[in-house]
């Protein structure tokens, strides 16, 4: 869906939208060398507030370091522009868009040691990404023919643009079997993640989710459900898991910052559970919408002020 804002912060200064243009000889765009994150500000009981804004810059910067890509702005000077972006904006929820890029630095794959990235931030009004039933209602999923990047590739904890391509293989590849989202397993055929998802299963009360090593992108609303899960009392396990298990479990949920928590009701056509939203699902959506209306104690410090 096309997304539009009046402002988007490039290079240090908030500009218009239509403005904020990059050369068609951009590195990134011949080679895909971008690092980039998303993150949400939610309309809070304490305002509006970006969700684990710390993490998620922190997590954009580990991603640069592990391209050696140079990001000419501090952590706080990229926090600042992600509040800017939403506040200027004058949104009161928004979806966050940093993207620090390889641009017109020259032909040749190999970057100049002294190549600066650009960096740009967009913040835009975006409903739910499955969909606005999805939450409630649960999506259908299909195990995609295609594997998650193996570790010796390109690593998956970065998240990079280049990644990407696998993630549109293994989501076109799903919406032309008619399925929401698809599953990727690992280069061992073990469960690893959805296109942009991180995944959870259900079994006997237990929470099961693969290993941060399974070729998955270590995503921040996976670490929200397990704190919330351990915090509500449930038994969360990191473990390989069997592509069957997904057949067989009780409840099965996708988690990303733009998904949120989704219930998945089947996969590959066969019914998870009940064939709907099961009760830990629900419970865990309720702990983690609960952070923005206040209902849920934000013991952790994960909401922060646009204004602060
Ligand atoms: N895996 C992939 C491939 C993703 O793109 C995302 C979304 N960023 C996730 C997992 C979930 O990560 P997060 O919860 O940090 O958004």
């Given amino acids: 869906a096309k997304v539009h804002a009046d402002l988007i912060w490039f290079n240090g200064e908030l500009m218009p939208w239509e403005n904020a243009t990059v050369h068609v000889m951009s590195h990134a765009l011949h080679y895909g060398s971008s690092v980039f994150e998303g993150i949400r500000a939610y309309n809070t009981h304490k305002g509006t507030c970006i969700f684990r804004l710390q993490e998620h810059i922190d997590r954009l910067f580990d991603s640069a370091k592990v391209y050696r890509m140079d990001i000419p702005f501090t952590n706080e000077e990229v926090k600042q522009a992600c509040k800017d972006a939403v506040v200027k904006n004058k949104l009161n929820a928004a979806y966050l868009r940093p993207l620090a890029f390889l641009g017109d630095i020259g032909m040749g794959l190999r970057p100049p040691l002294d190549a600066k990235a650009d960096l740009m931030v967009?913040?835009?009004?975006?409903?739910?990404?499955l969909g606005a039933d999805a939450i409630e209602g649960g999506v259908e999923v299909g195990v995609s023919s295609w594997n998650r990047l193996a570790p010796n590739t390109m690593p998956t904890?970065?998240?990079?643009?280049?990644?990407?391509?696998s993630s549109q293989l293994i989501s076109m590849e799903a919406a032309r079997h008619g399925y929401t989202e698809g599953i990727a397993l690992d280069v061992n055929n073990m469960v690893s993640e959805g296109a942009g998802q991180n995944l959870f299963l259900v079994r006997k009360g237990v929470i099961y989710t693969p290993f941060s090593t399974a070729s998955i992108l270590p995503g921040l609303t996976r670490d929200t459900v397990i704190t919330l899960a351990r915090d509500l009392g449930y038994e969360v396990r990191e473990e390989p898991i069997s592509r069957?298990?997904?057949y067989l479990a009780d409840e099965f949920f996708m988690t990303g910052t733009a998904t949120e928590i989704v219930p998945v009701k089947s996969v590959d056509g066969i019914a998870v559970g009940?064939?709907?939203r099961g009760p830990v699902t629900k419970a865990l959506q309720e702990?983690?919408?609960?952070?923005?209306?206040?209902?849920?104690?934000?013991k952790w410090g994960w909401l922060e002020s646009v204004n602060d």
Avoid: Q, V
């Fill in 274 to 276: 009940t064939g709907s």
């Fill in 122 to 129: 967009a913040a835009f009004g975006w409903e739910a990404y």
């Fill in 287 to 298: 702990a983690f919408f609960g952070i923005f209306d206040g209902s849920t104690e934000d």
């Fill in 244 to 246: 069957e298990s997904l």
């Fill in 157 to 165: 904890a970065a998240k990079a643009g280049g990644n990407y391509l």
